[in-house]
C-alpha cells in the first residue's frame, strides 16, 4: 500500500511547485484545523501552559497561526521529495557557515542542536550543502521499511546521512564520521524521565535530553545551536552559535541549560513555529527527583 501511495500520489506531487503546494496546505488547513480538528486540544493545553500570561483571544490566535504553518509544513516536507539543490539553497540559507567550518578546518566534529522548530528537515538537507562538515541527522526510522528508505533517498540526496537513534553510541566509534556534524532536535520528550535532566522550560517542568551534553562532553564534540527563522512562506535562514569551545570542561548541565534556553527563547519570540502537537509534556517528574533550574 505505501508502494501505491509514494508513486501514484507522494511522488507526482513533490515534483509541483510550492506556489501549488501552498493551494494544497490551505486545503489541509481546512480539514485539519477547521473540520478534523486534529489535535488542538493537545495544541490548545500546551499553548496556554506555555504562556498563561495570555488572553484566549491571543492563545487562539497562536493556535490559528500554528496550523497555517503545520500545514505548509505537510507540503514543504512533500516538496523535499523531489526539491532540487538549487531552491534548497534558495529557500534556506546559512548565514555564518564560518562559525562551524572553522572547526571542520581543525578536524574537530560539531553537534548542531536545534528544535522542531520552523522547518527543521529542509534545515538539515541544506546544512550538508552549506557547510563543509558530512551531516548527520539523528532520527527515529519509521515502521514501514518502504518509506523508511524512500526517506533515507530523499534526504540522502545531497550527502546527508541519517543515523537511527539506536545507534548514536556506535557512531562515535567510526572513523569515518570524526569531522561531521551531528544533529540534533533537543525538544522531544524522554522515554526514561528517571535519566533526564530536569528544569522549567515554558513555564513547566520539563524533562530534557542530556545526551547532547554527555556525547559533547565525552567526544569533544562543539555544541552549535541553530536558531532557525522563517523569512517569508518557504524562506528560512539559520544563524549558527557555538555554546561552548571547550565542552570537556563545561561544568555539569551547562551546556544542556544553554541550548534548552536558546530554544525557549526562540519560541517566545514567535510562538507559531514550533511544533505544539507534540505531547512534550506527557512525562512527570517523581517525587523526590530533584529540579536542576528554574527561569
Not at 67 to 95: K, N, Q, W
Not at 226 to 237: L, M
Request: net charge positive; hydrophobic share 40%.
Amino acid at each position: 500500500m505505501s508502494r501505491v501511495f509514494y508513486y501514484l500520489l507522494l511522488k507526482p506531487l513533490s515534483m509541483l511547485p510550492l506556489s501549488i503546494l501552498y493551494l494544497l496546505s490551505d486545503f489541509i488547513f481546512l480539514l485539519l484545523y477547521r473540520l478534523a480538528g486534529y489535535r488542538t486540544k493537545v495544541v490548545r493545553t500546551n499553548i496556554r501552559n506555555s504562556f498563561p500570561d495570555k488572553s484566549e483571544q491571543e492563545i487562539t490566535k497562536m493556535v490559528v497561526d500554528f496550523y497555517r504553518h503545520f500545514c505548509d509544513l505537510i507540503v514543504e516536507g512533500i516538496r523535499l521529495f523531489s526539491m532540487p539543490e538549487a531552491e534548497v539553497r534558495r529557500r534556506f540559507t546559512v548565514i555564518n557557515p564560518e562559525v562551524v567550518d572553522a572547526f571542520y578546518d581543525k578536524g574537530q566534529g560539531v553537534f548542531m542542536i536545534a528544535g522542531h522548530y520552523n522547518n527543521w528537515e529542509l534545515a538539515v538537507v541544506a546544512f550538508d550543502i552549506q557547510v563543509k562538515h558530512t551531516t548527520v541527522a539523528i532520527y527515529a526510522p519509521l515502521k514501514d521499511k518502504f518509506m523508511d528508505g524512500k526517506v533515507r533517498q530523499s534526504r540522502g540526496r545531497f550527502g546527508l546521512e541519517l543515523l537511527s537513534r539506536k545507534k548514536v553510541r556506535n557512531f562515535f566509534n567510526d572513523a569515518n564520521f570524526k569531522n561531521s556534524a551531528l544533529v540534533f532536535a533537543n525538544d522531544q520528550s524522554p522515554s526514561n524521565p528517571k535519566k533526564s535532566y530536569w528544569m522549567e522550560f515554558l513555564n513547566q517542568d520539563t524533562p530534557v535530553f542530556f545526551g547532547p551534553e554527555k556525547y559533547a562532553r565525552e567526544h569533544n564534540y562543539i555544541p552549535v545551536f541553530a536558531y532557525i527563522k522563517k523569512v517569508k512562506r518557504g524562506h528560512y535562514e539559520t544563524t549558527l552559535k557555538v555554546i561552548t569551545d571547550d565542552p570537556v570542561n563545561s561544568p555539569h548541565g551547562e551546556i544542556t541549560e544553554a541550548h534548552t534556553r536558546m530554544l525557549e527563547t526562540q519560541i517566545k519570540e514567535a510562538p507559531a513555529f514550533w511544533l505544539w502537537t507534540h505531547r512534550r509534556w506527557k512525562r512527570r517528574r517523581e517525587e523526590g527527583q530533584e529540579l536542576q533550574t528554574k527561569s
